[in-house]
């Protein structure tokens, strides 16, 4: 971390940034290249829930802006899992003078580093062969550490008017890595499914909901879920205690989707208990509710004289 980080006042005549960015995207650009956590590499750890705090945004807010400047903007990389972000353009602008101290401080940073995919993103635009060596060196290290053999290396040269470029490629991630990732990715989407539907029909999304949403997405599926919530809103009940209620219901009859909870009640259909019945379709154990038999009171009556 350093005491200051310097921005070029050519930034703001950017095209990207003039035409495409809009006041939200240009503060957060700048609190990308600037906030405390930046290192001299431009990779470094910075998780969602402090991006929010100092910026003053949700953490929903800072995803989809994490979202639109990789995916849209092409302009970082972001790893939800060792919590890292690199800026692709940082050795463009940087590096420029380098000595001892630098050299030193450099190699702390990269030794830092848990994604090696996020140093390649970086390297593309180092235009300082000495750096892209250190970077390179990391790189080999993490790679050989993680899956047990030498890295290879490609390198091509082009050379410009202005700086010259050299391009690094390596093969990136396994594909069990891969599809961990899509998998989370998957999961996040199907959970901002159950929430939308938490929003509309029962109210705002708290801490406590959200871990609430998270435990019941893995329980059941959003067709059920929707079915709790369509069933307590008849009912003029639509709270989360009572979709809860519901839900349990049906976990402890193991109905876990809607195809479970058709296939329960055409097998329960006819049935002469009728209270069971009812409670799986509406939501209510109405058992609790039967009025005891006089065997029952009778019963009560003899406990309550001995």
Not at 194 to 206: R, S
Not at 262 to 286: C, D, H, P
């Given at each position: 971390m350093a005491i200051f980080r310097q921005v070029e006042v050519a930034f703001w005549k950017d095209d990207k940034v003039m035409l495409e960015m809009t006041p939200e995207d240009k503060l957060f650009f700048l609190y990308l290249m600037t906030n405390p956590n930046t290192t001299q590499i431009g990779v470094y750890n910075l998780n969602t829930m402090q991006m929010a705090f100092e910026l003053g945004y949700s953490n929903e807010s800072v995803k989809s802006l994490l979202?639109?400047?990789?995916?849209?903007?092409?302009?970082?990389?972001?790893?939800?899992?060792?919590?890292?972000?690199?800026?692709k353009n940082w050795g463009r602008y940087n590096f420029r003078k380098l000595g001892k101290p630098m050299i030193d401080c450099i190699k702390k940073d990269l030794g830092l580093v848990k994604d090696t995919s996020l140093l390649k993103f970086v390297i593309k635009a180092i235009t300082r062969v000495e750096v892209i060596e250190l970077f390179n060196e990391r790189i080999g290290e993490i790679f050989e550490k993680d899956n047990g053999r030498?890295?290879?290396?490609?390198i091509n040269e082009a050379i410009d008017d202005r700086y010259q470029k050299i391009e690094k490629i390596f093969t990136i991630r396994g594909q069990e890595e891969e599809k961990e990732e899509e998998q989370e990715k998957e999961?996040?989407?199907?959970?901002?499914?159950?929430?939308?539907?938490?929003?509309?029909?029962?109210?705002?999304?708290?801490?406590?909901?959200?871990?609430?949403?998270?435990?019941?997405?893995q329980e059941i599926d959003i067709h059920l879920f929707k079915k709790a919530i369509e069933i307590a809103s008849n009912k003029d009940k639509c709270s989360k205690v009572y979709v809860n209620g519901i839900i349990n219901q049906w976990i402890n009859l193991n109905i876990k989707t809607i195809k479970d909870l058709?296939?329960?009640?055409?097998?329960?259909?006819?049935?002469?208990?009728?209270?069971?019945?009812?409670?799986?379709?509406?939501?209510?154990?109405?058992q609790i509710y039967k009025k005891p038999s006089e065997e029952q009171l009778r019963r009560a009556e003899e406990l309550l004289i001995s």
């Open positions: 979202d639109r400047f990789e995916n849209d903007y092409k302009l970082i990389k972001y790893n939800y899992k060792t919590k890292e972000v690199a800026i030498q890295v290879y290396k490609c999961e996040y989407i199907e959970r901002e499914e159950y929430k939308k539907l938490f929003e509309e029909n029962i109210g705002k999304v708290n801490g406590v909901i959200e871990e609430w949403i998270t435990y019941i997405s058709e296939i329960y009640l055409s097998k329960n259909r006819g049935n002469t208990n009728g209270f069971k019945y009812a409670g799986v379709l509406q939501g209510e154990n109405e």
